[in-house]
């Protein structure tokens, strides 16, 4: 069997008892498939990244969930960086994920490793009425609870997410959804998690991410579905770049989390967060 080192840390936190928790496995090799998944199932997190080898700049990296492979996790990634960091000192590691190469720099700030991820290049489409009308019944939720200005999308940056904008904070403080229906539907449309948001300024969003896909009823902070959104606005042109928005999620679920998103004029989109060790 492969050898190596897990970690359990929750990134997008200063403390243990915020963010979303992901372990990150470091060995020469990374094992083999089954291997990965059962550690990941024995780990219990929403995510745990597998980082090969040990030393060096450039990197392999995959991603589990407790019930399958994930192409791109954010909040594992920036785990990973915090790990890195703590084990080889600062810098730019080269993550080279299914999807592509996911640079990630990393530098001690205020006593604590920070880690900032550039995703692959994001893309959108205009989500299809029935993909958001069967996700509105299966939330819960109707037509009248969206926010205009947002429209509902399908956006990636490494894994393809719904995203789902509420005019009101209330409506994204009740979730309470059917998970098989929604599991099934995600799971049909190749869907990583629901990025489901309420705009509280120019700047500040909230967000809630059901994970059924995963075996997660929802997750306290997504890197990915971050930077997938960034890209979106960016590319709806209902932002104008460059810009940041904060990302507040979790805090629903007592595991408050802060993704800072830069959006850049081109190219892939900059989540930032810190991690620590649980």
């Not at 492979?69 to 994920?97: D, R």
Request: with cysteine.
């Amino acid at each position: 069997m492969t050898s190596g080192t897990l970690y359990r840390l929750s990134a997008f936190t200063t403390t243990p008892q915020g963010g979303n928790p992901a372990g990150v496995w470091v060995g020469e090799v990374l094992p083999e498939p089954e291997t990965m998944q059962r550690i990941a199932a024995e780990v219990g997190f929403s995510e745990t990244a597998f980082v090969a080898p040990t030393v060096g700049y450039d990197r392999t990296i995959r991603y589990y969930s407790p019930e399958a492979e994930v192409s791109f996790c954010g909040h594992a990634t920036i785990a990973t960086g915090v790990v890195l960091g703590e084990n080889n000192g600062e810098g730019t590691y080269q993550l080279a994920t299914s999807v592509g190469i996911v640079p990630v720099s990393v530098c001690q700030r205020d006593g604590n490793y920070e880690a900032s991820l550039t995703s692959v290049e994001p893309r959108y489409t205009p989500a299809p009425s029935t993909l958001v009308n069967e996700a509105l019944s299966a939330l819960g939720w109707t037509q009248d609870d969206l926010d205009g200005s947002i429209p509902p999308a399908r956006a990636y940056a490494g894994a393809w997410h719904l995203v789902l904008a509420v005019a009101k904070e209330q409506r994204l403080a009740e979730l309470n959804y059917d998970f098989e229906t929604l599991k099934a539907l995600m799971l049909r449309d190749g869907l990583t998690t629901l990025q489901l948001v309420w705009r509280e300024s120019a700047t500040v969003f909230h967000s809630r991410n059901p994970f059924p896909v995963g075996g997660i009823v929802e997750d306290p902070a997504t890197g990915a579905g971050a930077a997938a959104l960034g890209g979106y606005l960016r590319g709806a042109e209902l932002m104008t770049a460059p810009t940041t928005i904060l990302i507040r999620q979790g805090e629903a679920m007592g595991r408050p989390s802060q993704l800072i998103v830069d959006i850049p004029v081109s190219g892939g989109i900059v989540v930032t967060g810190k991690a620590i060790r649980i």
